[in-house]
């Protein structure tokens, strides 16, 4: 019986491990801009930047390595998801929300380009996204959500039947699709290393092993020394709430992974899956899906959602429990894959403000900027973000710097102990309103769920 590799960070670093971490920061130094945060958003930032204005004096400091947080951890969804969307369309107008949707659906294009350009081989295949329903409740969300996204301006996208869901990917009792072109699947570590050796080829600095204790007007503060830049920027994503002041301001929730062994060409010709798409599906606690580069399934869920105290993992090991139901999903989803063993589980958490907002902000006064809060769809938002912050910082009027996410304020999370019972209590509501839903057959949205959308603020 295969054993499962548990954490080690992720399973995307088993083939090469973790990375030999750059040099630490020598002692105080000078920056024009100063970015706390290695992954995805600060190196973005960092690119597009020096892109445009090559003469800057950019800094990353980053705590571990780059790619050690969710950046090298995610299910390798690169698609036009954006958190907020509703929300920013009843603060701002439905034309604002559309605009911010279009942007995004560009940007998984532009990810594309700019690995293509600059090398990066992170196994990209732009497969798009389906989205499965398999209860009669899920398909009555999943008609409303194809619905909301084609008014959203996805004209591209397709609405499926039972046989045409199956013809792309045979998931056990599907009901119906909904399927966009804007996504690709990716491999996450391949895509922030090859990111990273491209800023520094530009002339950025990397400093690695290099935690920020605390961010000030001006001054990254490090054990090792401080950065002093007109522009200091957060990119911390999921483990924002370990820097002082800013415990509420995020919270780092928790999802999990698991990878199985390489499948055998019979159960890929009983799968199907030859498109590759990334896979959803209408679940409340919902799951998510890629068929890897090397024919394995990655899947993953919410597991233990929270750790109290907005506490992280360690180096992405977690329990047994949630090992085994991520293991029933696949099972469920798959029958011919149950047989599979499964490498690897792992988990990383990812950023949640508390009405549910991703965000972009740069107060010119302070010199202090952040972005982020994607709530897990940040592979392709980070871009996006990163583009962002690089106008604002160099005062350029664009498109982008007009989107309503920009300078958008969350309010903060609630103190602890309200903070662990209401995440838990939520999901406990969600993962029984999915039993619910299965066992009854109903086409209607399960009570329980509704008042857990009340219950957390999420927009719709």
Known sequence: MMVTANGGI???????????????????????????????????????LKKAAPFLRITVLEARFCGYGASGRNGGWLYNGIAGRDRYAALHGREAAVALQRAMNGTVGEVVRVAAEEGVDADIHQGGVLEVAYTPAQLTRLKAYHEKETAFGETERVLLGAGETAARVRVAGAVGGSWTPHGARVHPVKLVQGLAAAVERLGVTVHECTPVTRIRPRYADTPYGTVRAPYVLRCTEGFTASL??????????????????????????????????????????????????????????????????????HDGAI?????????????????AAAGAGLEHAWCGVLGVPRDWCATVTLDPQTGLGWAGGYTGHGVAASNLAGRTLADLIRGVPSPLTTLPWVGHRSPRWEPEPARWAGVHGLYALYRTADRLESARHTPRTSVLARAGDLISGIPH
Request: aromatic share 12%.
């Open 319 to 335: 329990g047994s429990s949630t090992i085994a139901q991520l293991g029933r999903i696949l099972r469920r989803m798959f029958p």
């Open 10 to 48: 992720s399973f995307w670093y088993a083939a090469t491990g973790a990375p030999v971490p750059r040099e630490p920061l020598p002692g105080d130094s000078d920056a024009d801009v100063v970015i706390v945060g290695g992954g995805y958003t600060g190196l973005w930032t960092a690119y597009y």
């Open 244 to 313: 002082r002041g800013q415990r509420r301001t995020w919270l780092p929730m928790n999802s999990s992974m698991i990878v199985t062994e390489p499948l055998p060409a019979a159960v890929w010709a009983t799968i199907g899956w030859e498109g590759r798409e990334t896979l959803g599906d209408m679940a409340h606690a919902y799951m998510y899906a890629q068929r890897t580069a090397d024919g394995r399934i990655a899947l993953g869920g919410r597991g233990v959602p929270y750790r109290f105290g907005s506490g992280v993992d």
